[in-house]
C-alpha cells in the first residue's frame, strides 16, 4: 500500500459494526483479554481466582466505553483502546492513516471530528468488532509509544431511518503524542441542516 504523503501510512477496512461499534485496539491489551477468556485444564484454584478478577476488570473497562457520555460523544476511550460508534451497524469504511503530525484542521468537509490519546504499548494496533468471528484480524505495526488520535465522522446525514443504508465513513488519524496524554475532546460537529 502505497503513503498518500511522505509521512503517512493509509490503511482502508470494510468492519462489521455489530451494535454500532468499530474498535481501535493496542494488540496486546486484545490478546490478553483474550487469554483470560480460555481455562487452562492444569489451572489451580489461585489462577482461576486471578483470571476471574481480570475478566471482571475487563468488564469494567468495557462498560466504561460505551456510556451515555462516551455516546453522545462518538467515541469511548479506555486504556489502549478506542471505541468508535457508528451510524450504522453493518460493513462501514474505516481508513487508519499512521502520521508523524496531524493533518491540517480542514474540519469542514466532516460531520464530527473527535480526539483522544492512545497508548500502544505493544507496537501493534488492530481495527475490528469485538462480536465478529474473525479468527486474525489485520495488526498494523507502530513505533510503541502513546499516540494522539483523530476520528474523523462523514457521510452521517446520508444513513437511512432503518440504518442499512448510508453512505457514512470514518477515518483514524495517528501520531505520536508528545505530551502526557489528554481526555478526548470534541473538536467539530456540523451545525445541523447544513
Not at 74 to 98: H, M
Not at 137 to 154: D, N
Not at 175 to 184: C, H, I, K, T
Request: glycine share 6%; net charge negative.
Amino acid at each position: 500500500m502505497q503513503p498518500t504523503e511522505p509521512d503517512t501510512r493509509t490503511y482502508h477496512f470494510d468492519i462489521f459494526a455489530d451494535y454500532h461499534l468499530v474498535w481501535l485496539e493496542d494488540c496486546g491489551v486484545k490478546d490478553a483479554i483474550s487469554a483470560g477468556l480460555f481455562q487452562d485444564p492444569a489451572e489451580t484454584p489461585q489462577q482461576f481466582a486471578a483470571r476471574m478478577q481480570r475478566l471482571e476488570q475487563d468488564a469494567a473497562r468495557i462498560a466504561s466505553l460505551v456510556t451515555p457520555e462516551t455516546i453522545a460523544r462518538g467515541l469511548g476511550v479506555a486504556y489502549g483502546t478506542l471505541c468508535i460508534f457508528t451510524a450504522r451497524n453493518l460493513d462501514v469504511p474505516v481508513t487508519v492513516q499512521i502520521r508523524d503530525s496531524p493533518s491540517p484542521d480542514d474540519f469542514a468537509q466532516w460531520d464530527r471530528v473527535v480526539e483522544a490519546s492512545l497508548e500502544v504499548p505493544s507496537g501493534s494496533i488492530m481495527v475490528y468488532n469485538p462480536s465478529d468471528d474473525v479468527p486474525e484480524e489485520p495488526r498494523i505495526a507502530v513505533t510503541p509509544g502513546t499516540y494522539r488520535a483523530r476520528v474523523f465522522y462523514g457521510g452521517l446525514a446520508t444513513v437511512s431511518a432503518d440504518e442499512l443504508e448510508g453512505e457514512d465513513h470514518y477515518r483514524i488519524e495517528l501520531w505520536p503524542q508528545l505530551g502526557p496524554s489528554a481526555a478526548p475532546v470534541v473538536l467539530h460537529v456540523r451545525a445541523r441542516g447544513l
